[in-house]
């Protein structure tokens, strides 16, 4: 007589609600965290708050309806990201979301990391709302603390992970923070008696090297020129700055820390006081020039407001004749400007303080789109060869400063003190790019006329 043998009960198989257990971290600590692991390899803002953050909502939302936890998701995906992003871009959180409004000024799809973290994120959310058709309710425990224990060790291995870059992403000024700018520093401010014209160019992304000597090297080498010393004295120094661009434009433009919106808050004319304002009052004519539009960030709203009688933006110097450069960030070509703040200060009828603010070396920084990166071995062989991205940024400075230098030297420019200076370090998102600067400093270059000669 035939016996049927049953096959054995496995003994390794899952309890049901070990399983919705894994069910659950799969969503709310594998797939809510995986692309910013990623980044691990390379180097990232410390996510502390955004990992603890998605563990917390998971085990909040679990027993709800599948539609309300995808949702949830979604939510704790889009803080992890703007998160992300204000860490690299040195920007607070709330600066960020006020920012958003800007967001159609810009072309994300002029770069390829753009579009690759689009795909990613967008993946990533359709794959959580198929797995969520999973039953992630969980009950035992054992299993709710297991959870607390993957939440808090994958906190823990994120700051294990950036230890070595502490001090490099989330840049707000402390309270109490001593203030610093170039401004100060270089003794620029106190040269304005009406002698000469005053020019300040804030230059985007420029970094103070960090035990690199390639970047060293070429940072500022074209100005040590004998046309140069034989018209103005040379100083260089650094300075210290927190948060991004506009941070940096209030820094040194109204002497204090702070950003942009505080300005157009306000009608205060103590917090307007600043540099424009001041020298108007001494009877200088203000201008300003950016190589962007003027909607973005509300500069044509605030710039006026801190005193600047006259504003061009990109399409006021394309129409000069500017070329237009691509990017993220598209606009004129930062190596035709110069030409038209020489002509700017040739055509004065009274002294003025011009300043300009430089664009295309905003990151990422493109290999091609009119910006002359393609080739960066002309620059420098070492930094193509071991940070090209660096390189490519390079590439711009080295255009601005041989036009800049061209204008200044020529025997019809007139007597004008210039100051050039960083707004913050570059945010490269790498590790390997970021660790080349000093995460608090800026560099800064001062050219004082020696001649004085009284404008008429």
């Given amino acids: 007589m035939d016996k049927t043998i049953d096959a054995p009960v496995s003994k390794h198989r899952f309890s049901p609600d070990f399983t919705r257990f894994m069910n659950w971290a799969l969503v709310w600590i594998v797939l809510a965290n995986i692309p910013f692991m990623a980044m691990w390899l390379v180097g990232a803002p410390p996510r502390a708050i955004p990992i603890a953050m998605a563990g917390l909502v998971g085990l909040v939302v679990k027993r709800m309806p599948r539609v309300v936890q995808w949702i949830a998701f979604v939510g704790v995906m889009v803080f992890s990201l703007l998160s992300f992003v204000s860490g690299l871009f040195s920007l607070t959180l709330d600066s960020l979301v006020y920012s958003l409004q800007f967001f159609a000024e810009i072309k994300p799809s002029n770069s390829m990391e753009y579009i690759a973290a689009a795909v990613v994120i967008v993946g990533i959310w359709i794959g959580s709302w198929f797995l969520l058709k999973r039953d992630t309710n969980f009950a035992k425990p054992l299993h709710i603390l297991l959870g607390g224990v993957l939440i808090f060790g994958l906190v823990g291995a994120d700051s294990a992970v950036g230890a070595g870059m502490r001090g490099h992403y989330f840049r707000p000024a402390p309270v109490g923070a001593t203030f610093e700018s170039a401004i100060n520093k270089s003794g620029f401010a106190a040269r304005a008696d009406g002698k000469r014209h005053l020019v300040l160019i804030m230059v985007e992304s420029l970094g103070m090297p960090k035990d690199n000597q390639a970047m060293s090297d070429k940072l500022f080498a074209y100005y040590n020129d004998s046309m140069i010393k034989a018209r103005y004295e040379v ?53 300003a020039m950016h190589s962007f539009k003027a909607p973005f960030f509300k500069r044509a709203t605030w710039y006026p407001k801190i005193g600047f009688q006259k504003r061009e933006f990109a399409a006021d110097l394309e129409q000069r004749g500017a070329e237009w450069c691509g990017g993220v960030f598209a606009g004129a070509c930062d190596r035709h400007v110069p030409k038209m703040l020489a002509e700017n200060l040739k055509q004065a009828k009274q002294p003025t303080f011009q300043y300009w603010l430089t664009l295309n070396t905003h990151l990422p920084v493109p290999t091609e789109q009119n910006l002359d990166t393609g080739n960066c071995e002309k620059v420098s062989v070492a930094l193509a060869r071991d940070y090209p991205m660096i390189c490519r940024q390079f590439s711009i400075f080295d255009d601005i400063d041989k036009a800049l230098i061209a ?50």
């Fill in 235 to 287: 100083s260089q120094g650094s300075s210290l700055y927190y948060n991004s661009t506009t941070s940096g434009e209030v820094r040194e433009l109204c002497g204090r820390w702070g950003d942009y919106y505080e300005l157009l808050e306000t009608d205060d004319p103590k917090v307007l006081d600043c540099l424009p304002a001041q020298l108007a009052k001494k009877g200088y004519a203000t201008q």
């Fill in 407 to 456: 204008e200044i030297t020529a025997s019809d420019f007139p007597e004008a003190d210039i100051l050039l200076v960083g707004d913050h370090m570059p945010p490269f998102f790498d590790r390997h790019h970021r660790s080349q600067f000093d995460p608090e400093r800026v560099p800064w270059l001062y050219l004082k006329a020696k001649n004085s000669q009284p404008k008429g």
